[in-house]
């Protein structure tokens, strides 16, 4: 009898030792599945910055705005330097660049779109920005813009604000509302 009560007893250590070891083992799983899941976590989080530089992303800053009166043309020209910048790791291009012009006119506040033109004089100087402009990866451009309006367009006529609208390659729209257009000038006043 004694016999049998030592087997068991044997049996009963044999099992606590085994669960005592078999519960090390759970705790040291569960300890490499906390770091896995931590290191996955910050994969994850590298692997959407990543992502996020490759998404399409122009910043443009209007660097200078005149209204210029042409007295060849009789024309009111605005002219506009705008930086581009493509804090991205992919290339990019502008497709089109708009002016919104919002005025008043007749007690109605109305607006007027006008597409850019590549190429203008300054001073029988000739200067061209044709579209598209590519602005590689990490990169910036200066973009100086010309818009032509006929003069009696502007005839009362208050401007209430400007708007610059960017197009690029992958649809997407850039706007700056934030413009100050330095007064009239003439054309011969251009240095």
Known sequence: MNTDFSKIFQIIIDSI????????????GALVALSSARSAKKQYQLMKLQDERRNPNLNIKIEQALNVYNSDTNALDYIFDIMVKNNTDIDNSVTRIQLLIRYEFNGSNLFHVADYSGTFKVNDKKVTSNLPISIGANQSEKISCHFAFPEDWILDRSVIDYTIRVYDTHDNTYLDTNIFVIGEMRHEDIQ
């Open 17 to 28: 030792q085994s669960i005592n070891l078999s519960s090390v083992f759970a705790w040291a």
